[in-house]
């Protein structure tokens, strides 16, 4: 039972190092909160075989395109080039899907975030110091 119990926990341990996680690797650059409305841009960080070596998806949609609007984006210009224009659509979450090829093969990305209505839904955590002066007599 011991040893059971310590291959199970080897496993597990195993498949968390290497399992899927939500986080951004830092090959898709861009903002975790959208504003409704305002265009962004995302980018690429590795360079691919060519310049239209790209192709991003919205919205877990595997046949996103030009100038198309699926849930909470619209992909605004081209969808196959290093750096893709994304206009918010609608309050909610989003995610961001890229596939490219480079010398090494096939690669995939993903990137997650939300659409806000205005500015003041993004909380920012500012770090205050008090400072207290000696009064001299």
């Known amino acids: 039972m011991k040893n059971f119990t310590l291959l199970s926990l080897i496993i597990t341990i195993g498949f968390c190092t290497t399992g899927f996680s939500q986080c951004n690797d830092g090959t898709i650059t861009g903002y975790f909160t959208l504003i409704l409305g305002q ?31 699926i849930g909470t984006l619209k992909i605004v210009g081209n969808d196959m080039e290093k750096t893709l224009l994304i206009e918010p659509t609608a309050v909610g979450t989003f995610s961001i899907h890229l596939s490219y090829i480079d010398e090494k093969g096939y690669h995939t990305a993903s990137f997650m975030g939300n659409v806000v209505n205005n500015p003041n839904e993004i909380t920012l955590k500012e770090n205050t110091v008090t400072y207290v002066r000696d009064k001299k007599k």
């Open 39 to 69: 265009t962004t841009s995302f980018t690429a960080t590795p360079n691919a075989q060519c310049d239209n070596c790209y192709d991003w998806d919205i919205n877990n949609h595997c046949s996103s395109s030009d100038n198309q609007t």
